[in-house]
């Protein structure tokens, strides 16, 4: 486990999985490459792994089950309520499948990894291999992950990073999937630690990475 250092920034991790997208992360922080403190994970799961891969690495979990809550204005209150508790300043979504709105206090300080090209096979219901099937049906030479804020709307939050990656013709859904995680597993750290470090800046839509992320 790292011991947490006044100059990491501390981030709330929320899943819904299998919890690759973190350990990733806690790779990446291991290996000195990403300078954050994981203070809590979120899932909206009970009994999923990414629950375990957090308590592997003594970090605090909380589950937060969407029917307990009688509304997403209350579930989503009570996610940040969280995030707040624990004093983190960026909520990163590592395979967390729910809708939550994004409070004044969270705007752009929630990002989001989408396995796709946005704004292609993107928006409610394009999650896991839906959007790599969909991807692969429509016939796209290329797809990708994104990484981008999240706003109110599925997908939408201004983008602050994409990868490319060759659909190749007898790909299906899972050969592709993997292709975009290794990707992904490149990009996702790589923003964070851009992000930590204050290289970030948003205009609008636009994002800018200053100096931009190398490949
Ligand atoms: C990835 O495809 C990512 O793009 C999406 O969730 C998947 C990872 O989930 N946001 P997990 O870490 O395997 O649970």
Known sequence: MSVPSPSRLPVAVLLSGT???LQNLLQSIHRNNLSIDVRLVISSH???????????????????????YGSTDDYS????EACRGSRV?????AGFIRYVK??????????????????????????GSRVHQA?????VKLSGCTVHFVDNEYDHGPIIAQRAVPVEPDDSADTLAARVFQAECQLYPAVIQAIAEGRVTVTGRCVRVTPPLTE
């Open 89 to 93: 300043e960026l909520v990163v979504m």
């Open 77 to 80: 209150d009570a996610v940040f």
């Open 102 to 127: 994004i409070p004044d206090d969270f705007q752009l300080r929630v990002i989001n990894i989408h396995p796709s090209l946005i704004p292609a096979f993107c928006g409610k219901g394009f999650y």
């Open 46 to 68: 009970a009994d999923v792994r990414g629950i375990d891969v957090a308590r592997e690495h003594g970090i605090g979990t909380q589950v937060f089950l969407p029917k307990d």
């Open 19 to 21: 919890g690759r997208t």
């Open 135 to 139: 991807a692969i049906e429509y016939g």
